[in-house]
């Protein structure tokens, strides 16, 4: 018996869940380097002591691909009024990110380089303890080297059905 993929998809879109952006600088693509993002809803917290995150990758992904070169990254926990951002750096297939941060407001991270975007309820900078392989997925976890409360305005993020959402 098993369960066929759009059953299994259908049944976890009844599972509400926030919504990150995952960055990364990748200092290899060219003169000044490239930054790197996904919109990322496989993301919770693993241990308070020390303090882990892990994220979902998708297998072959540019993050999984630059993760597995560099383990320094970033997380945006995103607020409701950044509904585009997600969406933005939910596209698949594209060849570069380049133009993707273009007017979206971040600061670089002093411990990874990420950037982060600005207006996000909170911002934490990682670095990969370990990479899991699970499926079509690589699970990286990460130590959270720092961690910031940038706007206390609004409320999350989240993903349900299909579609991003507010609480309330």
Known sequence: MGVSNDEFRAAMSRLAAGVVLVTAHDSDHGPRGEDVGMTATAFLSVSLDPPLVLVSLRCGSRMDDLLAEQPLWGVSLLS?????????????????????????????????????????????????????????????????????????????????????????
């Open 80 to 168: 409701e009024s950044q509904r585009h951002i997600a969406g933005r750096f939910a596209m698949k297939g594209r060849i570069s990110d380049r133009l993707l941060f273009e007017d979206i407001p971040y600061s670089r991270g002093e411990a990874s380089g990420a950037p982060l975007v600005g207006g996000a309820l909170a911002t934490l900078e990682c670095r990969t303890e370990q990479r899991v392989e699970a499926g079509d997925h690589t699970l990286a976890i990460g130590r959270v080297l720092t961690a910031s409360l940038p706007s206390a305005e609004g409320g999350p993020l989240t993903y349900f059905r299909g579609r991003y959402r507010q609480l309330g």
